[in-house]
């Protein structure tokens, strides 16, 4: 007989983020309670932000607390007043090509700010950790796919490097305090709801302008796109199946890809963005930018054997859904 899952109190950082706020949604349909954190900070339009908030607001069993992961008082506080059962951590300063100008805001929130999460879950024995990583830690690797053993230690931006330094640190409280944490590493996450600072966001508000579209490396690129519906049902998985020690024979510590294994030519998505709009791109060919990387490809079978799941929604399909919600969401034609 299957054991009826018992309702978790969440805590949710990222709340406001793309996918956070999805994971939000998904956590409060099957019947959790969610406490969501944002600081809602201007990397980008944060109307959009409170927007995405605004789907979830007034669900039974969400609140919302504005708060930065580096204030390091009001996260203890926040850990002392409230009992969590999981703890999905999302929240973190994005961007490649941004951590190469503003490198202070990726130290504050990817590294200070995630030390205080660790902190917060030791000090409470926090259930599990599930946190995001980042494809970007395997930097200039050529073998493909990448598989969560192969080495990562030679990143290529500032904003890998972050991500890279969460796995060790969260390797190491598993080892010390027992607790179990979890990485994930998105690959390329597209959808309805998503950033505006990434090129399929980018590509689709350009071509529908009629502006010229930038296509680095002159299109020699490829990319492993993940439907946020994809991480969203990973991230949830992966929440209900904590590590212990007898499953990994150390630390109960795991880190999952978490992709569609099935990279895409940077042409080719462009195409399918094209067919989606009814229209016809403007390509601007340009050189490669810095801490910018070749390809992507995720080898997601330790994540299949783990939870019994892995992404697999078609490009074509995703896009299309994308395209729907960013002509309601921003009335273009």
């Known amino acids: 007989m299957k054991t009826e899952r018992k309702p978790q109190h969440v805590l949710l950082t990222g709340a406001a983020g793309f996918i956070g706020s999805h994971v939000a949604a998904r956590l409060l349909e099957r019947g959790d309670r969610v406490l969501g954190l944002d600081n809602v900070n201007d990397y980008y339009d944060p109307a959009l932000k409170w927007a995405r908030l605004r789907r979830i607001e007034g669900a039974p069993g969400f609140r919302f607390v504005r708060l930065d992961l580096h204030d390091r008082a009001r996260m203890a506080e926040l850990f002392a007043t409230e009992r969590f059962d999981g703890v999905i ?16 805001a990726y130290l504050d929130s990817n590294l200070t700010g995630f030390g205080h999460v660790l902190e917060g879950c030791r000090a409470q024995g926090v259930a599990h950790l599930v946190y995001a990583s980042s494809s970007s830690v395997y930097g200039g690797n050529t073998k493909m796919p990448f598989t969560e053993t192969d080495a990562v230690d ?9 991500k890279k330094a969460n796995e060790l640190m969260a390797h190491t409280y598993s080892h010390l305090y027992g607790f179990p944490t979890t990485g994930l590493r998105f690959f390329t996450v597209y959808g309805p709801w998503g950033r505006p600072d990434m090129a399929y966001h980018l590509f689709t508000r350009a071509i529908l302008a009629g502006e010229p579209i930038p296509v680095f490396n002159h299109g020699d690129m490829r990319r492993d796109f993940t439907y946020i519906d994809d991480i969203t049902e990973g991230v949830l998985r992966v929440l209900d199946r904590p590590a212990t020690p007898e499953h990994v024979g150390t630390a109960p510590y795991r880190v999952f890809n978490i ?3 099935e ?4 042409l080719d998505f462009i195409n399918c963005i094209e067919s989606a709009l009814g229209k016809k791109a403007i390509k601007q060919l340009l050189p490669m930018q810095p801490g910018d990387v070749p390809a992507t490809y995720a080898s997601t079978q330790s994540l299949r ?10 490009l074509v399909e995703g896009l299309r859904k994308f395209v729907h919600w960013y002509r309601d969401y921003y009335r273009c034609g």
Do not use: E
């Open 259 to 261: 992709g569609n294994s």
């Open 305 to 314: 054997d783990w939870v019994g799941f892995a992404p697999s929604t078609p």
């Open 154 to 162: 030679r990143p290529v931006s500032l904003y890998a490097a972050t």
């Open 89 to 104: 951590h999302l929240a973190a300063q994005a961007g490649v090509r941004y951590s190469i100008t503003h490198p202070h």
């Open 263 to 266: 990279p895409v030519q940077l």
